[in-house]
């Protein structure tokens, strides 16, 4: 059981590479989602102008009892700001926009004279990608408002101190870890509310679930940004958070950290099929150590309603919508699509629908990530993913064509650029690179815009 924690908000078709497209046939073979990260919070952020809706994953596991959730949150929120949401759309999200790996054969060289030449120019000329109230008044904490939303006991509360917020959390049962208030100051400081959550035991029990269900809230607010300083409290070394943002015009960046590509576009040897989880997890923590763990990764970025190529299938305007996209107009002749998605019109349909897909990854501790995240929506459109290549030889013999030699010949000399390419992106010796087994890597106005999200 995990001690009482402080959770944190904490395949043929083409590839399309920066600034053209180059395209390969080919077929997807595996991919490496973020159940790799043992430590990973996982957040989907709806944004459009200052509107916002926030979901999130609690990887929470111990007894439900234990279970404390702190957000500092810009306003007080009322109770039809709040929902419970479907762990099935962290699910669908994270499918479609893994890292992932992509098959491709080569040709007969008996067939195809100039096989060797043109993939070679090809891969020069692809760019690279890739309690009581007295007691209250007491400590300086008021509660705002308080709710019970699905299997969630939730207070907003404002404070004008920390110590005493920290103080009231405990006094009224919050399992909340020590020096909380150290983490909580900056946010007291500036005016923030704080959303708080704990589970009502009977109305758990009710759901029949073993785990606990994301919490959904949306508000408005200038701020582009998510508070990750509280989840270091209790932190015990560098945390994983993968972070989902659907917007409607550009990729998304941090504006107080740098945010850089992964590696993409690898050829990799052939005995990473089967096992592409497990070295993509090493080809992470490999650049987050070079990095010093001060960077934020961009590992996709893609219109939510296409993918080229696909290791899922693109998010549905339903699940795009109980992901919390706000700014979905169904046409008004279909009233029957809002009881049955199965009769909801396509994506192009539907009016206003543009949504774009950033999937961001940090690893990150408190020494190298000492402030909160700051987002931007840029103007950046170009399509992005994480996707390395296992390129299959033909089972050729040396003497069946005059070409045969000479492509054999290429593909031993391309089995060393594959294993030297591995050993850069992880770290490894160039002799394991060579057979790599999965232990190598180791309160609101009526009618706002909200009132009518989740009905």
Not at 332 to 351: F, G, K, N, T, V
């Amino acid at each position: 059981m995990k001690k009482p924690s402080l959770l944190l908000l904490c395949a043929t078709a083409a590839l399309l590479t920066a600034p053209r497209s180059q395209a390969f046939c080919g077929f997807y073979a595996g991919r490496a989602d973020s159940d790799l990260f043992n430590t990973a919070s996982k957040v989907i952020m709806v944004r459009d102008g200052p509107r916002t809706v926030i979901s999130m994953m609690n990887d929470y596991s111990g007894d439900p009892s234990e279970f404390a959730l702190v957000v500092p949150v810009p306003q007080v929120l009322g109770r039809d700001q709040i929902h419970v949401g479907d762990r099935a759309i962290f699910d669908r999200l994270d499918a479609f926009s893994a890292p992932r790996l992509a098959e491709y054969y080569d040709e007969d060289p008996c067939e195809r004279r100039r096989f060797r030449a043109d993939r070679i120019m090809e891969l020069r000329e692809a760019p690279a990608a890739l309690a009581a109230p007295a007691a209250r008044r007491a400590l300086g904490v008021q509660v705002e408002a308080a709710y019970t939303v699905g299997e969630y006991d939730i207070v907003i509360l404002s404070a004008r101190q920390s110590e005493g917020l920290e103080t009231w959390l405990r006094e009224t049962g919050y399992r909340i870890p020590a020096g909380a208030s150290r983490a909580l100051r900056p946010y007291v400081r500036q005016g923030m509310r704080f959303f708080v959550a704990r589970v009502n035991l009977k109305e758990h029990a009710r759901t029949g679930t073993q785990t606990l269900r994301p919490l959904q809230f949306a508000f408005d607010s200038e701020k582009f940004m998510l508070p990750i300083r509280l989840g270091m409290v209790n932190a015990r070394g560098p945390q994983d958070l993968i972070a989902f943002f659907l917007t409607r015009r550009g990729r998304v960046e941090t504006t107080n950290y740098r945010t850089v590509e992964m590696p993409t576009d690898a050829e990799l040897p052939l005995s990473v099929r089967g096992e592409f989880g497990s070295v993509y997890r090493a080809v992470f923590d490999e650049q987050a150590r070079r990095e010093k763990h001060r960077v934020v990764f961009t590992e996709f970025f893609w219109d939510a309603g296409s993918c080229d190529p696909c290791a899922a299938e693109p998010p549905t305007p339903e699940e795009l919508r109980r992901a919390g996209v706000f700014w979905f107009d169904a046409p008004e002749d279909d009233l029957r699509a809002r009881a049955s998605p199965r009769l909801r019109p396509p994506m192009q349909a539907w009016a206003g629908t543009a949504v774009m897909l950033t999937r961001l990854h940090v690893r990150y501790t408190p020494e190298t990530f000492p402030e909160d995240l700051v987002f931007q929506e840029t103007g950046d459109r170009r399509p992005f993913q994480v996707r390395h290549v296992l390129r299959h030889p033909f089972p050729v013999q040396r003497n069946a064509c005059p070409e045969a030699a000479a492509y054999l010949a290429e593909v031993r000399s391309r089995e060393q650029r594959q294993a030297m390419a591995l050993a850069s992106l992880t770290g490894w010796p160039y002799r394991d690179a060579l057979s790599p087994t999965p232990s190598s890597g180791g309160a609101p106005r009526a009618g706002s815009w909200w009132s009518r999200l989740w009905n």
